[in-house]
Nanobody, 124 residues
Framework: QVAVTESGGGSVQAGGSLRLSCSAY????????MAWFRQAPGQEREGVAN???????IYADAVKGRFALSRDNVKNTLYLQMNNLKPEDSAMYYC??????????????????WGQGTQVTVSS
């Protein structure tokens, strides 16, 4: 079992920046692949970016060049730096973990453990 907790959401104007944080904790495993997903009202959840234990990343086309993932493996913490935010980035952002550390597609089905989400609102 992995406990996943997000923080760092908020409200910003278009063009602004936010940094989301996600911590993952397990008593039995410390090697996770992690990802961010987001879901806007009335829309399906979509992948934003993921990173494996070795730092390999995948980004959704919609965020390439604006969002950047990084992770601190000692703290088991994932960061999502979001720059040049747009109103269409507004959504609930969810962090997810898979307990094998390897590369995985940016799809919900590959992630077993999820946080409760943190809201990001971008105003025009």
């Amino acid at each position: 079992q992995v406990a996943v907790t997000e923080s760092g959401g908020g409200s910003v104007q278009a063009g602004g920046s936010l940094r989301l944080s996600c911590s993952a904790y397990s008593t039995t495993n410390s090697r996770y692949s992690m990802a961010w997903f987001r879901q806007a009202p009335g829309q399906e959840r979509e992948g934003v970016a993921n990173i494996d234990i070795n730092g390999n990343t995948i980004y959704a086309d919609a965020v390439k060049g604006r969002f950047a993932l990084s992770r601190d493996n000692v703290k088991n913490t994932l960061y999502l730096q979001m720059n040049n935010l747009k109103p269409e980035d507004s959504a609930m952002y969810y962090c997810a973990a898979r307990p094998d550390g390897g590369r995985a597609p940016l799809k919900e089905a590959y992630y077993s453990f999820w946080g409760q989400g943190t809201q990001v609102t971008v105003s025009s």
